[in-house]
């Protein structure tokens, strides 16, 4: 009987919706929920777990099923859950995959499931009411220590604001929300909550790290900045449908890691440097965490002229990691050298996917620009 229950829970698996986590949308879930009748992923699980009130979590493969269980899970399963859990969530709401950091993962579980943040909109007020104050750890710009700053995210004004006192009649810094993007890097700032905030400053990209000790706040925080978003490309683009403009709400980097690049002469020696690929702006720093780039690069389209190469040109010197990448511009031949093969395999194919797209009209504005950067 144990068996036939076990094979009953597995069967259910195969019906529409199941076959991926409730959660993270993650293939082939090997676990459930029998007091919330969902299937989830092995890390998800993990997440469930943490919520024992809420949800109470079974192996499909391993564990003995009794009778009720097995029919709760078949008079619920994922689609019916997505139904009730998932009935009001926004257009800006940032629904993470199973690519996405914990953090992210564990508080859509925690708003879906514990805080009913999706059956009451009430209780979306922190993200969505258009304004948002509070401390946030902003990590220093020259010695690298994290301090309490106050932010400030008004819709009206088009902007967030940091102040470097609470009481502070000016702000430090104003970031328009035009140029905003917000992506979490919990690796590269050396916190599960770190948040890399970028924007424009006289049309170079300025980086801002900042966490907060609250999981929820720090998600809260990231939402908000999406649905400000969210209503500025609204007004900015009246005839847009939701799902055109909430891809361009924020954006993860295509790629990050250390290369070696070389001067526009091609004659002094490669230095080893972070590269971050953001859509069409391929930056270097001397740092990972470094607020300004030292240079940018514009990456166009094949039809602008631009190409991707493996190898170096045959007369090169100077460099020490193997593996060449070119990229030719219309205007120049940018050299990089990756320090393993899988690297330069993952680098080209980044760059690739830039080439092959074809450019937008505003993005011929932004590569105008690069060509008249001193």
């Not at 599960?192 to 609250?214: C, M």
């Amino acid at each position: 009987m144990a068996k036939e229950r076990r094979r009953a829970v597995q069967e259910l698996l195969r019906w529409p919706g199941n076959s991926r986590c409730a959660d993270c949308g993650a293939p082939d879930p090997d676990w459930a929920s029998y007091t919330l009748g969902v299937f989830i992923c092995l890390s998800c699980s993990g997440i469930h777990r943490s919520i024992p009130q809420v949800s109470k979590v079974k192996s499909v493969r391993l564990d003995a099923w009794d009778e009720a269980q097995v029919e709760f899970m078949a008079s619920h399963g994922n689609e019916a859950a997505r139904a009730t859990f998932e009935s009001k969530v926004p257009s800006f709401y940032y629904r993470p995959t199973s690519s996405d950091c914990q953090l992210l993962r564990e508080q859509w579980v925690r708003a879906k499931y514990e805080r009913q943040e999706f059956i009451l909109p009430e209780k979306q007020e922190p993200y969505s009411a258009g304004y948002r104050e509070g401390l946030l750890w902003k990590r220093g710009r020259d010695n690298g220590q994290f301090l309490s700053r106050k932010f400030v995210l008004t819709e009206r004004e088009g902007a967030l604001k940091y102040f470097n006192k609470n009481d502070a009649k000016e702000p430090k810094a104003i970031m328009k929300i035009e140029h905003l993007n917000a992506t979490f890097q919990p690796a590269k700032i050396g916190h599960p909550h770190g948040l890399q905030v970028t924007y424009l400053k006289d049309n170079s990209t300025r980086n801002i790290f900042v966490y907060h000790e609250d999981g929820k706040e720090m998600v809260d925080w990231f939402n908000a900045l999406r649905a400000a978003r969210f209503h500025y490309l609204q007004v900015a683009f009246p005839g847009a449908s939701d799902v055109d403009l909430v891809p361009k709400l924020s954006r993860n980097y295509l790629k990050e890691g250390y290369m070696e690049k070389t001067g526009p002469k091609q004659t002094e020696g490669f230095r080893k440097r972070w590269f971050t690929m953001d859509d069409r702006r391929l930056m270097y720093f001397k740092d990972p965490l470094d607020a300004f780039a030292r240079g940018e690069v514009f990456i166009g389209s094949k039809e602008s002229g631009y190409t991707v190469l493996e190898g170096l040109p045959p007369s090169t010197q100077g460099y020490h990691w193997p593996h060449g990448i070119t990229i030719v511009t219309p205007d120049r031949k940018f050299l990089f050298t990756c320090e393993t093969e899988a690297d330069r395999k993952e680098w080209v194919e980044a760059f690739q996917k830039v080439v092959d797209r074809p450019m937008l009209p505003q993005e011929y504005a932004v590569e105008a620009h690069f060509k008249h950067k001193p």
